[in-house]
């Protein structure tokens, strides 16, 4: 088949950072799977912006949470387009975990969705992409640095830079798996101005980023032959910052 026939699972795409990799992967003429827990309608909204720019997707709903729903949303995607190519994991919960706060419950919900779906949505989706295939796992700038308000969700983001790079090792040479860490793309909506303006100037390049530099590291990495076990840094040099 054509490249322009390629299928690629996006999760967690109806808003945010999700959907501007759905929309960039279709925008490169990708068929993409448009994966939604609680935002069906603004994953109903993805699909019809893809459509209408000519493109092509369908939505898919699924609770990453049901330890049984990540191979299924891989078996339906297949069910429904007839082919895999590449998965990018990008559902994600980022919420604060204050020390002294921290309950088993949330720790194992944000591990649930963070680090175990993305293993296992990985895992079936093995099982389907072709040789050449790829998988790139969203994790953040957090694996990286220490942020003391965030420690489960730096903890998931860090396990995934690992499974990265171990999926990457086990999968070899039929699949290609990568990573991106985002760094500040969209600020929280909790962020006061003053604080944004801070984190501005203290990195590097002396600005925020946007979803749209995401997605630029995304297509890179679906195409990029030789690149495998390697998660790029995307953050305007926050983690080199004096």
């Known amino acids: 088949m054509p490249d322009a026939m390629r299928v690629a699972l996006v999760t967690g795409a109806g808003h945010r950072v999700g959907r501007a990799l759905a929309l960039g992967i279709a925008s490169a003429g990708w068929r993409v799977a448009v994966h939604y827990n609680a935002s069906g309608p603004q994953a109903a909204e993805t699909v019809r912006l893809i459509e209408s720019a000519g493109g092509a997707a369908g939505a898919l709903g699924a609770d990453l949470a049901d330890p049984l729903a990540p191979a299924r949303l891989v078996r339906d995607v297949v069910a429904r387009f007839g082919r895999l190519d590449a998965v990018v994991n990008s559902a994600s919960i980022m919420e604060a975990t204050p020390m002294g706060e921290v309950t088993a419950e949330r720790w194992d919900a944000i591990m649930a969705i963070n680090l175990r779906a993305p293993f296992l949505v990985a895992q079936e989706a093995a099982r389907h992409l072709p040789e050449g295939g790829s998988i790139i796992n969203i994790a953040d700038l957090a694996a990286f640095e220490t942020w003391a308000r965030f420690v489960a969700h730096g903890a998931s983001k860090a396990g995934l830079v690992y499974l990265t790079r171990a999926l990457a090792s086990l999968l070899a040479p039929r699949i290609r798996v990568n990573g991106v860490a985002p760094g500040t793309v969209?600020?929280?909506?909790?962020?006061?101005?003053a604080t944004a303006d801070r984190w501005a100037a203290t990195t590097p390049l002396r600005r925020h980023g946007t979803p749209d530099d995401v997605v630029k590291a995304v297509l890179y990495?679906?195409?990029?032959?030789y690149m495998t076990g390697e998660t790029i840094i995307v953050d305007g040099g926050r983690h080199v910052r004096r």
């Open 186 to 193: 969209l600020l929280p909506e909790w962020i006061d101005p």
């Open 221 to 225: 990495l679906l195409d990029a032959p």
